[in-house]
């Protein structure tokens, strides 16, 4: 399994940005993807999440209603689109993959496959 994320850059407060993540073999159908941010000397944080089969998302708090996540399994990958950003979502994000239960789904340990992130910068 591959994954690799792609659209970070630089932008300013309030700007938006589409994070994408591509997915060797058929992941994006198979497993529950993720995406995670993490800041130097911080943990790895989750974002948003998007289950397999239902397609149901799940969504940190600090992002809720600011970020989206989509898949397209046909084309096996998946989408963040990050809106309204602040300084504070500055951070290096990841794409996962794996098989979560619930409880795990916001967890680093819910994931099996981690791409090798996309640094998102927010000046203010």
């Known amino acids: 399994v591959q994954l690799q994320a792609s659209g970070g850059g630089l932008v300013q407060a309030g700007d938006s940005l589409k994070l994408s993540c591509a997915a060797s073999?058929?992941?994006?159908?198979?497993?529950?993807m993720g995406w995670f941010r993490q800041v130097p000397g911080k943990e790895r944080e989750f974002v948003a999440a998007?289950?397999?089969?239902?397609?149901?998302?799940y969504y940190s708090d600090s992002v809720k209603g600011r970020f989206t996540i989509s898949r397209d399994v046909a084309a096996n990958t998946v989408d963040l689109q990050t809106n309204s950003l602040k300084p504070e979502d500055t951070a290096v994000y990841y794409c996962a993959a794996g098989s979560p239960i619930l409880s795990a789904l916001r967890q680093t340990s819910g994931y099996n496959y981690w791409g090798q992130g996309t640094k998102v910068t927010v000046s203010s």
């Open positions: 998007i289950r397999s089969g239902s397609g149901h998302t």
């Open positions: 073999g058929r992941i994006v159908s198979r497993y529950t």
